[in-house]
C-alpha cells in the first residue's frame, strides 16, 4: 500500500491511477464535510470536484506540513464558505425582504428520519462560521487542533466559535425537538446525523 506521499509524487509523475487512489481514500470524508457545510444538491457535487481539481493542480505547491486530509478539508471547507457568500449575496439582491429566511419546520419530531432533517435544517441556518467549526467537530470528528489548522484560525477562536455555535444550535433545536432529546449538548445531536 502506498503512502499519500509517494501517490501524490506518482500523480505529480503522471500516473494518473495514482490519484485516482487518493480520490478514491478521501472522497467520502469530503463529500460529508461539503453536504455537512452545503447541504445536498449541486452545489455540493461542484464543491466536492472543485476540491480535487484544486488539489491536483496544487499538489507540486503542497509541503506535507498538514496531513492530505485536512489540506483536502481546508480547500472544501473554503469553497463551501465562498459557495455560502455567493448564497447570501443572490439573496440579499433577488429576494424581497418580506419573505425571510427558510424556516425550520417540524411534521413529527419523533421519528428519526424527520429528526434527521431537522437538525440539518438547523445546522444550515447558522452562519459560515460556526457552521463550518460544527461540522468539523461533531460530523467529521476533528480535534481542536485539526479544526484550527483547517481554517487557519487559532484554537482559541475555534472553541469560541464552537461554544456560541453549540447555543445557537441549541436555541434553533430546543422548540422542535424537546430539551431532552438535545441534551443540552450538542454532541448528542451529531449522533442522530
Known amino acids: 500500500m502506498l503512502t499519500d506521499a509517494q501517490l501524490i509524487q506518482a500523480s505529480i509523475d503522471g500516473d494518473d491511477a495514482a490519484f485516482k487512489m487518493i480520490v478514491k481514500k478521501y472522497e ?3 463529500a460529508a464535510t461539503i453536504i455537512g457545510m452545503l447541504g445536498p444538491g449541486q452545489d455540493a457535487e461542484d464543491a466536492g470536484q472543485q476540491t480535487f ?3 491536483y493542480e496544487s499538489m507540486r505547491q503542497f509541503k ?3 496531513s492530505v486530509s485536512t489540506y483536502l478539508t ?3 471547507i473554503n ?3 465562498n459557495i455560502l457568500k455567493r448564497r447570501k449575496r443572490q439573496r440579499e439582491r433577488f429576494l424581497h425582504p418580506v419573505f425571510g429566511e427558510k424556516e425550520i419546520v417540524a411534521s413529527n419530531a419523533n421519528e428519526y428520519d424527520d429528526q434527521k432533517e431537522i437538525i440539518h435544517q ?3 441556518q447558522l452562519s459560515p462560521e460556526f457552521r463550518s467549526v460544527i461540522v468539523l467537530r461533531f460530523l467529521k470528528e476533528h480535534s481542536i487542533k485539526e479544526i484550527s489548522e483547517i481554517l487557519g484560525i487559532p484554537q482559541g477562536t475555534v472553541l469560541s466559535r464552537l461554544a456560541r455555535g453549540q447555543k445557537k444550535l441549541r ?6 425537538l424537546g430539551e431532552n ?3 443540552q449538548d450538542v454532541q448528542s445531536v451529531a449522533q442522530i446525523i
Do not use: C, E
Open 28 to 30: 467520502s470524508r469530503i
Open 64 to 66: 506535507g506540513k498538514s
Open 53 to 55: 481539481i484544486r488539489f
Open 74 to 76: 481546508r480547500i472544501a
Open 181 to 183: 432529546d438535545v441534551r
Open 79 to 81: 469553497l463551501s464558505l
Open 171 to 176: 436555541t434553533l433545536l430546543d422548540p422542535l
Open 122 to 124: 438547523a445546522i444550515q
